[in-house]
């Protein structure tokens, strides 16, 4: 199994400020990925991280809103940018079994933007 | 793309009740199936899985769910639900194959009534 640190569990954060959630596994693991679960639905993959390149973004998300970093095989960094109320939701950050089995999860960081 | 129904969002149960939960996803082609839990203050967590071979598979906890091709469902099942069942149940799916990205459903939260 992995365990998956995910910090910070909550915050607060105004309008138009950025916010950066780190999501540390005690394993090497080649993928990463970062879901958003909105009040009342479904957990939507918003991009993956490779070690070594470029963050792959699902359909309607952008580098540019969710910058991603991933500079070794334990650790990776996700940004909140210019963050609206709508921005609002639970971040989670998860990894993969061995045998692409199951995913492992982080315990979600809850934004509320103001 | 594949995508996730599950027709329950709130379901209240006496303890002893008997408990099913349905899903159904939309992919013509060949999927894995995945029941994922969250209880009170837990990370989400894998309770059952289906690849291939018996179309009903058994998870943790008593709990089994029953993968029906000409359906597209893999409904959760319970025959008698505990107090600790209380928690939130996602459905997910992806398409069978190496890593393929996973979907997941809206979720229904368990309640029971002890």
């Known amino acids: 199994s992995a365990v998956i640190s995910q910090k910070p569990s909550r915050d607060i954060c105004q309008r138009g400020t950025s916010l950066t959630i780190q999501c540390q596994v005690d394993s090497q693991v080649t993928m ?11 957990l939507t993959l918003i991009a993956t991280a490779n070690q070594g390149s470029e963050a792959t973004y699902e359909s309607g998300f952008v580098i540019d809103k969710f910058p991603i970093s991933r500079p ?39 934004l509320s933007v103001l | 793309a594949q995508s996730v129904s599950q027709h329950n969002h709130h379901v209240i149960l006496s303890e002893a009740a008997s408990l099913e939960l349905g899903c159904n996803y939309s992919y013509g082609g060949t ?10 203050g837990q990370h989400l967590q894998l309770l059952l899985k289906y690849f291939s071979g018996d179309p009903l598979v ?16 893999f409904n959760l099942r319970k ?13 997910a799916v992806n398409r069978a194959g190496g890593y393929q990205k996973v979907t ?3 979720g229904t939260k368990l309640q029971v009534i002890p």
């Not at chain 2, 999927?31 to 009170?40: D, K």
């Open chain 2, 58 to 73: 058994k998870g943790i906890k008593g709990f089994e769910a029953e993968f029906i091709k000409s359906k597209f469902s």
């Open chain 1, 32 to 42: 990463m990925f970062w879901y958003r679960q909105q009040p009342g639905q479904s």
């Open chain 2, 31 to 40: 999927v894995n199936l995945f029941w994922y839990v969250q209880y009170p």
């Open chain 2, 104 to 106: 997941f459903g809206t």
């Open chain 2, 79 to 91: 025959p008698s639900v505990q107090w600790s069942d209380t928690a939130e149940y996602f459905c």
């Open chain 1, 72 to 110: 070794n095989l334990t650790f990776s960094t996700l940004t909140v940018s210019n963050m609206s109320p709508e921005d609002s939701s639970i971040y989670l950050c998860s990894v993969e079994g061995p045998g692409n089995e199951k995913l492992f999860f982080g315990s979600g960081t809850q």
